[in-house]
């Protein structure tokens, strides 16, 4: 296995919509322990395919205490949302540091296909709805910054620049 490196905003391959996987096959299956293994080293609780750019939908998630229980999905579609919707304080990977509240809808029903190929069906709430929402706009090249207002999101590209060049002097 190997840690990948997370692409930080505002990279534009973070925009990229990502296409289906055609075949869940040992190269597919290699990718989520890369991505399950780098999400857990940066202390995340998900992780889209988009962030390490791969532009395929795959998406690694583990929201339990223990980081025992990892979740593998691929080809994920998310076929019922809650007309319900909360508001809860995201983070991400790519935006290292900021963390804003985003609305989403609270309860999510999801298909995918596991590692193994086998299709599965997922009812999930709290944080693993806000969790797998927040992969999904990964996969539609949407990262969570995109709904903060247009001065909020314009002072995080400014901060996360200026982190990049403060790191490229090193
Ligand atoms: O996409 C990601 O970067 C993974 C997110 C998933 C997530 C975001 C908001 C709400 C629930 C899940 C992070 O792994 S979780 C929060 C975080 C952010 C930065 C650094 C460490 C952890
Ligand atoms: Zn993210």
Not at 53 to 80: A, K, Y
């Amino acid at each position: 296995m190997a840690l990948l490196p997370i692409l930080c905003y505002p990279d534009p391959r973070l925009n990229t919509v990502a296409r289906p996987v055609r075949a869940v096959d040992a190269r597919v299956r290699a990718l989520a322990a890369d991505m399950l293994q780098t999400m857990y080293d940066a202390q995340g609780i998900g992780l889209a395919a988009t962030q390490v750019d791969v532009h395929e939908r795959v998406i690694v998630i583990d929201v339990s205490d223990e980081r025992n229980q990892p979740l593998v999905l691929i080809n994920p579609e998310i076929i019922w949302a809650s007309a319900e919707r909360h508001v809860s304080d995201e983070g991400c990977l790519s935006v290292p540091g900021i963390y804003d509240g985003v609305e989403r809808a609270a309860a999510v029903k999801v298909t995918a296909l596991d590692a193994q190929g086998e299709s599965r069906t997922l009812d999930a709430d709290g944080t693993l709805a806000v969790c797998i929402q927040h992969e999904m706009d990964h996969l539609m090249g949407k990262v969570f910054v995109e709904y903060l207002s247009p001065l909020k999101r314009n002072r995080i590209r400014t901060k996360m620049l200026k982190a990049r060049r403060e790191a490229e002097k090193v």
